[in-house]
């Protein structure tokens, strides 16, 4: 077994699998073909030619735009197409996420290939000089990939919050940190991967950070979304990745990333310039 296989797992992508998608001559996403054919049926609205998928939205403006998907959301919901609404918003841009084109139902997201934004913390404590890193098992009640192993707080970044606010409200709903604690995180950087599902497409960026942790602190869940924490020395938190697929799959990531960080994959080992640039 090998950490690299994570790495190509996050980035499998075949490009003639899909069309690029374009809004107001902007490529904001990726579609299958299958669902190219399906949204040119259900709305003139979408026009797909040789090239790409083109959305020949009516109105141009923010707002016409969002009730505009609002309503095909609900549409592709009724038919089946995709499973459920969401809830929660994310902007569909070309660069960064606070210059939206318009906003998109994160269950829809994957469909249409748009960048997702996340933001993913390590909680670690050091005792008699190792570092100890707390790991979530997700809850069986979770819609995807439910009892895996997890990042200790990990979360979608929606439309409607900032950066910090959002970490500090998915430190407390994720594992009861409160927010005077939450807002020692570190920033670390980014994480990306791109990667091809039956459905769609993942070209997502994970925003990373490092909390330490007081040795008398033990992290408890408010949202019902982890089933348990495990406090693991590194060693133990490395053979889960190398070995198992105990790991959810980007979140495999974000471990190799931290074990990189903190030496415990050092520049010696076999896979170490292929991983640091695999998670970029």
């Not at 007081?214 to 020395?233: M, Q």
């Amino acid at each position: 077994m090998s950490y690299l296989r994570h790495i190509y797992k996050c980035n499998q992508y075949q490009a003639d699998n899909f069309l690029p998608f374009i809004v107001a001559g902007q490529r904001v996403g990726e579609v299958k073909h299958p669902f190219a054919e399906r949204l040119a049926k259900i709305s003139a609205d979408f026009r797909r030619d040789s090239a790409a998928l083109h959305w020949d939205c009516p109105a141009d403006d923010f707002e016409s735009r969002n009730r505009a998907m609002a309503e095909l959301t609900q549409m592709l919901v009724d038919d089946g197409v995709a499973p459920y609404r969401h809830g929660e918003l994310y902007p569909v841009t070309t660069g960064q996420r606070e210059n939206p084109l318009f906003l998109m139902d994160r269950a829809v997201v994957p469909f249409f290939g748009v960048r997702a934004f996340g933001q993913h913390i390590n909680g670690y404590v050091r005792r008699d000089g190792e570092i100890y890193l707390w790991v979530a098992r997700r809850s069986m009640q979770k819609r995807n990939e439910p009892g895996l192993l997890d990042n200790m707080v990990a979360g979608g970044l929606p439309w409607d919050l900032e950066l910090e606010e959002n970490l500090l409200k998915e430190c407390w709903e994720e594992a009861g940190i409160p927010a005077e604690l939450a807002a020692g995180a570190k920033p670390i950087g980014h994480i990306a991967y791109r990667c091809e599902y039956d459905k769609g497409l993942k070209p997502d960026i994970m925003y990373t950070y490092d909390l330490e942790l007081p040795e008398d602190f033990t992290p408890r869940c408010t949202d019902g979304e982890v089933d348990e924490f495990y406090l693991w020395p590194l060693e133990q938190v490395a053979q889960k990745v190398r070995d198992t697929d105990e790991v959810k799959r980007n979140c495999n990531l974000v471990m190799i990333d931290f074990l990189i960080r903190h030496g415990y994959i050092s520049e010696d080992h076999p896979e170490y310039a292929e991983l640091v640039a695999g998670l970029r």
